[in-house]
């Protein structure tokens, strides 16, 4: 039984349009007119209205139908009589005369009756024929398209026929009929198509309840009604209908419980059984179920478990399409999906890992919205993004960056620190485009959150590490990197565009914030675009100049260095020929870029500079012009946009605020001693490179005032700044002058050794009278030198040595008689205290004694005479070289009184290294260096202290890479491959590849270099490694398979990096080179057979690697080698040398590399058999804790295991910065074992640790090789074999077999002198027992006859 209101009950209805209906008051008609019907029955029309037949006319039937129309919207349900008098006439508004009447008005007009009827007659209609219901309820639903129209003066009547039907639910008369469902979704599509915007609140209203109650009454919604509602939802229906999209969205939550079961079923038939002939919506589905989950996830309960089952499809294409759609339903704003639905959210998650590279990218783009709008799933998605920046694919590693940057820049705290790592990392990525994407993302975070710091302190601390990471990349090889850098450090870093005082006290915090690395990088970036300067206008210069041949080839070596400067350096080389086109035919040109590298040129004007010049060069008919990109690079590179006068004088009073205490130096995290030593530091570095900037008064008095400070750091920069920047003070600024002088006076004679030398450099620069003055400061001091007191030695003989250097004409005579008397005879050769016994091996500078940095200044100061000389006429560079290989073979110790403590005995080896090193820097002095003195200096490359090796092998790089040293020092590096410390191998094969690029490079850009090949071709290394190799002290049995397989080591170390390329056929002419060797003797013992047949041996082994590793060594050599006559002699006409020097089962045994046996010093990696040995513990009395002595019984070492297990040891964490590392390590005693069983297999020896696989084992720093162990004299076995009387230092000695006194006899014998080796350790660099364990010396037999070799030494 329905329920129908009544209408007349209800208020006035607003109609639209202002037009209103109602029925508050009941008429009472007069009585009916009765009219024959055409069956015969009667009709009874309401009072006043004729008969309405096809008879009469339109206009006629519509008027007469108004009348009809009022009569039924006044009636009700309860008017029985009424009812039955006006039933025929129901009937017969039903005929097809009506029905199917032309005139829209009529049929609106029988519409409103019918539904009068329906509301009067409910709930039995009076119509009895399916049929007949069917025939009006489709003409009924056709009458409601007139809605569409609301300015139609007809839109009342249809707004009343619509509000009837709503209100009684007329439709639900069709649940009785068989094809019901044809009507409704006649009447669905109906109501879609015509809502618009123009219809208000209540139209909607009414739509819906129409709606919703046919599908919450019903039995269930068929598809083809479902597909009537969905289909709005559909994204291009939806922007052609927004407002069927509204109503089908309200429709769906009002009816979510009915609908639901028909939904699922819907997509249970598309996604799981895959029936898509079973909609046209089937291809919809994903864009359905997104529109469906945003207006009620209720409606898809169901679904999500299919989803997960679609996600393991094995079609790519459906896993990208199901990947899309849940990325919007787990990202968007309100979503809980994830929280409710854990295994499809799971489930999800894996699709990061989805073989299909557009899933994996699909998946990356949705952590960006989730991270933003769901920031408690971050740490779900941090080791998915983690993997994923790992990406094989480019796009997905570019992504995640753009991911996790998207996110930070929108909310600091929605990146937790683990994902900015990752960004991190990928500012190394192989890819261009990705580096470029983390380094700009990266920017972008710091100037948000530390330059404007827009979201407090905390993030500013979080992303505090930035600024670092950024200036690192500077040491990447990339130009590309490097500019990027550069133009960071402009717009994110230090932005050009701020005010000057802005911009420097942001340069000012920067700089003194910054680790030291990023500092190096940052002077070094200022440095390169200072270079670049120079090169363009030394290019300008040369266009100044009258054209010639000369010229031009000047002007193209110019332009391919500053081509090399740019990005894609191939195309840079025409775009700069372009450049330099344009150049020569605009003086005007020429003019604003002169002004842009003048040393005047201020940050405003340069900002004007290259806006004029990229405006001329411009082309407005090219938007994308090459051209003008890359000499837009060339002049950001060159143009000052962040230092000019005032911004120097900006900086000096951010300074003296620091001084005064004025400053914000606390504010901005630094105290104020560091903002002032790194803001003269600062100065310091751009003294050089804008010295012209500095010229003013209230700059120097600021220094002045720097100079007074206690902090010696402040000062010696100030006077550097000084030297640099003052060649104007003494015209310009004489009351600067007057004052500074006697500082510079008091600086040279007690200042600090630095400050000193900045001293003396600096009078030579600036002063006119500079020997006046130097010889003020020299007289004094020479007469004052005493040796008693060494602690005030130090810097008189730095200040004397360099004045020797700089002014040799004056100086140089006076020199030699100190040199004689005083620091050969007085101080060298003399040990007046007594150095700490504490076994260690290196101190730090510190806890160095006087005595001995007076010696390590004096040996300096002996470099700095004879270089300042620059020639050999006295004869004393060769007393000096004898004096320093005295020193290198007394290792350190040049009076042999055993005095000297071993760490002071390190760094007299180091000096007398570097500085035999310093002296063949000079030719004249390089042609006196005999190969003895050569293998000397190279033997310190394998010394036994770690920091002595170190920092040797980084003096020897810096001079070859500046090409200072002559090509044979570069044959020392291949001694690197007996480094016992896997980091030292690493950064000596870097360097190698740095010389040999830069040795390569330089002879392509300079074509007069082929005239000095011998010098400067790589390959030509290789027979100075050969001869170096064959006085190897290590190699004493030519036969020997193990000295062997070290050779080949030591070849292949630097043959490897040798032969990456075949340029020009160099593998055959490296072959060439020692078959050559072979027709020749060894010029420093020609006479010798021994020393030959090592030589021939080593060129044997040589030849074995080369053909083993290169198929194209058999080819002809493209020209006939040259040996170095200074190791080589001459090759015989007859003399015919076919032998081979290796057998073919050496050969077999050096290239199939099975494992050597090593042994090594101590007790490494095996069980201790010492009592009472220490555990190593770093203590407060020592500051390194690094050499604390141990005592322990030295046992032997242990047995068979490759050289590269033995030394590859990576966990060490020695590193290249540290001059002293700690580890702490402990040490459990075991029980002493018999001497017999001292040789144990080191399988055997790490037995204990088997079972851990992978484990790291307890490792040491460097600081712990250098460990000088005394043994205990109640554990020493007086019968027992003793050791060697002296071990080669830190060189391991060969395995013995056991039962053989052979080799323990060869053990005893004296070492090679001079040899000082690093201990092969296989625990690492420096373990406790082995790395520079001392053996014991045998008090009767072990003493050599050193005074008398000493003397001859030094008389040769």
């Known amino acids: 039984m329905l329920h129908l209101p009544e209408l007349h009950e209800r208020p006035v209805e607003d109609c639209g349009e202002g037009k209103f209906i109602t029925s508050s008051t009941r008429m009472d008609f007069p009585a009916a007119q009765a009219k024959p019907a055409a069956d015969g029955k009667i009709i009874y029309y309401p009072p006043g209205v004729k008969e309405i037949t096809d008879k009469i006319t339109n206009d006629e039937v519509v008027k007469r139908l108004k009348m009809v129309v009022k009569t039924f919207m006044d009636m009700d349900q309860d008017s029985e009589d009424e009812k039955q008098q006006y039933l025929p006439l129901a009937l017969h508004l039903a005929s097809e005369f009506f029905l199917r009447n032309p005139n829209k008005d009529v049929r609106l007009l029988v519409a409103c009756c019918l539904a009068d009827i329906f509301r009067i007659y409910a709930p039995e209609a009076p119509y009895t024929s399916h049929d007949k219901l069917k025939d009006i309820f489709l003409f009924i639903t056709r009458q409601l398209k007139g809605l569409e129209d609301t300015k139609s003066p007809q839109f009342n009547r249809y707004f009343y026929l619509l509000e009837n039907l709503a209100w009684v639910k007329s439709y639900n008369i069709c649940f009785e009929l068989e094809d019901c469902n044809e009507i409704f ?8 198509s015509v809502i618009n915007n123009s219809h208000n609140q209540k139209v909607q209203m009414h739509m819906l309840d129409l709606m919703s109650s046919i599908i919450m009454e019903g039995d269930g919604v068929t598809q083809e009604l479902l597909d009537s509602i969905l289909i709005n939802l559909i994204p291009a229906h939806k922007n052609l209908n927004k407002q069927a999209f509204d109503l089908a969205k309200v429709l769906l939550k009002r009816t979510v419980q009915t609908i639901e079961p028909c939904i699922a079923n819907f997509f249970n038939q598309v996604l799981v059984l895959g029936k898509s002939s079973v909609s046209d919506l089937s291809e919809h589905v994903f864009d359905l179920i997104q529109e469906l989950f945003a207006i009620d996830p209720h409606l898809l309960l169901s679904v999500m478990p299919q989803l997960e089952f679609k996600l393991k499809s094995n079609d790519g294409e459906e896993r990208l399409a199901v990947v899309r759609l849940l990325a919007k339903l787990f990202g968007s704003k309100d979503s809980d999906l994830a929280t409710q639905n854990r295994p499809l959210w799971q489930c999800f998650l894996g699709r990061f890992n989805d073989i299909h590279v557009p899933v994996r990218l699909e998946s990356v783009k949705f952590a960006s919205h989730c991270l933003m709008n769901h920031p408690d799933l971050a740490k779900d998605l941090t080791e998915y993004l983690k993997v994923r920046s790992h990406d094989p694919e480019e796009a997905i590693r570019h992504d995640v960056i753009v991911t996790i940057i998207t996110a930070g820049k929108r909310d600091l705290s929605l990146v937790n620190d683990q994902l900015l790592g990752f960004v991190r990392e990928r500012t190394l990525d192989k890819r261009w485009r990705v580096r470029k994407e983390a380094m700009m993302g990266l920017a972008q975070l710091y100037k948000k959150y530390c330059l404007h710091a827009e979201a407090g302190k905390d993030a500013a601390e979080k992303v505090s590490w930035i600024k670092d990471k950024l200036l690192h990349i500077y040491y990447q090889n990339s130009i590309d990197d490097k500019l990027l850098v550069e133009k960071i450090f402009a717009q994110y870093l230090v932005p050009h565009n701020l005010e000057t005082e802005e911009r420097m006290k942001c340069l000012y915090y920067l700089y003194a914030s910054l680790d030291p690395n990023a500092v190096k990088a940052l002077n070094e970036m200022w440095k390169c675009q200072n270079m670049l300067r120079s090169h363009v206008r030394e290019l300008l210069d040369l266009h100044k100049q009258p054209t010639s041949e000369a010229n031009s080839a000047a002007m193209f070596g110019k332009l391919m260095t500053i081509a090399k400067n740019l990005p ?22 020429q003019s604003q870029l002169e002004l842009l590298i003048s040393p005047t040129c201020s940050c405003k004007q340069a900002d004007i500079c290259v806006r004029e010049i990229a405006r001329k060069l411009a082309n407005p008919k090219q938007p994308t012009n090459p051209f003008l990109e890359m000499v837009k690079f060339l002049l950001e590179r060159i143009a000052p946009v962040h230092i000019d006068s005032e911004a120097i004088s900006a900086l000096v009073k951010l300074m003296n605020k620091s001084i005064e205490g004025t400053a914000d130096d606390e504010e901005e995290g630094v105290s104020p001693d560091t903002a002032i030593r790194a803001g003269l530091e600062l100065l310091k570095v751009l003294s050089f490179t804008h010295p012209t900037s500095f010229h003013s008064a209230e700059t120097y008095e600021s220094l002045l005032q720097c100079l007074r400070m206690e902090d010696d750091k402040v000062a010696e920069a100030a006077i550097q700044i000084f030297r640099n920047t003052g060649h104007k003070i003494e015209t310009d600024l004489p009351q600067i002058r007057s004052t500074l002088i006697p500082i510079l006076h008091q600086k ?32 004094p001091l020479s007469r004052s030198l005493n040796a008693d007191v060494p602690e005030q030695l130090i810097t008189p003989l730095v200040s004397l040595g360099h004045i020797s250097m700089l002014a040799p004409d004056q100086f140089a005579s006076p020199m030699k008689s100190v040199v004689a008397n005083f620091i050969v005879k007085d101080l060298l050769m003399n040990d007046r205290s007594t150095g700490e016994k504490n076994g260690k091996l290196w101190s730090p500078d510190e806890e160095v004694s006087p005595e001995v940095l007076a010696k390590v200044q004096a040996i300096k100061l002996l470099v700095r005479w004879l270089l300042g000389m620059k020639n050999n006429q006295s004869k004393s ?37 570097s500085a035999i090193m310093k002296l063949a820097q000079e030719p004249c002095y390089h042609e006196i260096i005999t190969p003895e003195q050569f293998q000397l200096c190279a033997l310190v490359i394998n010394d036994e202290c770690y920091q002595v090796r170190q920092i040797f092998a980084q003096k020897l790089h810096k001079a070859l890479a500046k090409l200072l040293l002559p090509l044979e020092y570069m044959a020392i590096f291949a001694l690197c491959a007996k480094d016992p410390v896997k980091e030292r191998r690493a950064h000596a094969r870097q360097c190698l590849l740095k010389n040999i690029s830069i040795r390569r490079e330089y002879i392509k850009q300079n074509p007069m270099a082929n005239e ?37 080591e030591c070849l292949w170390f630097m043959l490897e990096v040798l032969m990456t390329k075949n340029e020009n056929n160099s593998h055959a002419f490296m072959k060439k080179m020692a078959e050559n060797i072979k027709l020749t003797r060894d010029a420093q013992s020609p006479d010798e057979p021994k020393a030959n047949e090592k030589l021939y041996t080593v060129c044997d082994v040589a030849l074995c690697v080369i053909n083993s590793k290169s198929a194209l060594c058999n080819a002809d050599s493209p020209k006939d080698p040259v040996l170095p006559t200074k190791f080589f002699t001459q090759p015989e006409k007859d003399f015919c040398n076919d032998r081979n020097y290796i057998s073919e089962e050496t050969r077999v045994l050096l290239l199939t590399g099975k494992p050597k046996p090593t042994v090594v010093l101590g007790t490494v990696n095996k069980p201790l058999s010492a009592t009472g040995r220490r555990p190593y513990i770093r203590t407060a009395g020592s500051e390194t804790g690094s050499n604390i002595s141990v005592n322990s019984e030295l046992s032997s070492s242990a047995g068979n295991r490759s050289r590269e297990q033995s030394s590859d040891i990576s966990e060490t964490g020695v590193s290249e910065n540290d001059e002293n590392p700690v580890r702490i390590i402990s040490v459990t005693p075991a029980k002493t074992e018999p001497v017999k069983n001292k040789e144990i297999n080191s399988d055997q020896a790490t037995q204990g640790n088997s079972t851990e696989r992978g484990k790291k084992r307890p490792a040491t720093a460097s600081g712990t090789e250098n460990i000088h162990q005394k043994p205990e004299e109640k554990n020493v076995d007086e019968t027992g074999p003793s050791l060697a009387a002296k071990t ?63 003397q001859i030494d030094l008389q040769r």
């Open 568 to 589: 894609d350096p191939g195309k840079a080389q025409d775009f700069v020929k372009k450049f330099n086109q344009v150049l020569g035919d605009d003086e005007k040109l």
């Open 185 to 192: 979704i006649q009447l669905f599509r109906t109501l879609f």
């Open 1288 to 1350: 080669r230092r830190g060189r391991p000695p060969k395995p013995e077999p056991q039962g053989t006194t052979a080799k323990n006899e060869e053990a005893n014998k004296p070492p090679v002198r001079g040899r000082k080796r690093a201990a092969v350790s296989q625990e690492s660099p420096g373990s406790l027992e082995a790395g520079n364990a001392k053996a014991p010396k045998q008090q009767d037999t072990a003493k050599k006859p050193a005074a008398a070799q000493r």
């Open 748 to 779: 040279a004679k007690r200042g600090t050794p630095h400050q000193a030398k900045q001293a003396v450099h600096c009078i030579h620069a600036i002063f006119s009278n500079k020997e006046v003055q130097l010889a003020q400061i020299f007289e």
């Open 877 to 913: 560079a060769n007393s000096t070289l004898r004096l320093l290989s005295a020193m290198l073979v007394s290792e350190g110790d040049l009076t042999e009184q055993k005095r000297i403590s071993k760490s002071d005995m390190s760094r007299l080896r180091l000096a007398a290294g």
């Open 1012 to 1048: 000095k090949l011998l010098s400067l071709l790589p390959e030509y290394v290789v027979p100075y490694m050969i001869h170096l190799l064959a006085h190897d002290p290590d190699f004493t049995k030519p036969q020997d398979v193990d000295q062997l397989r070290d050779v080949k």
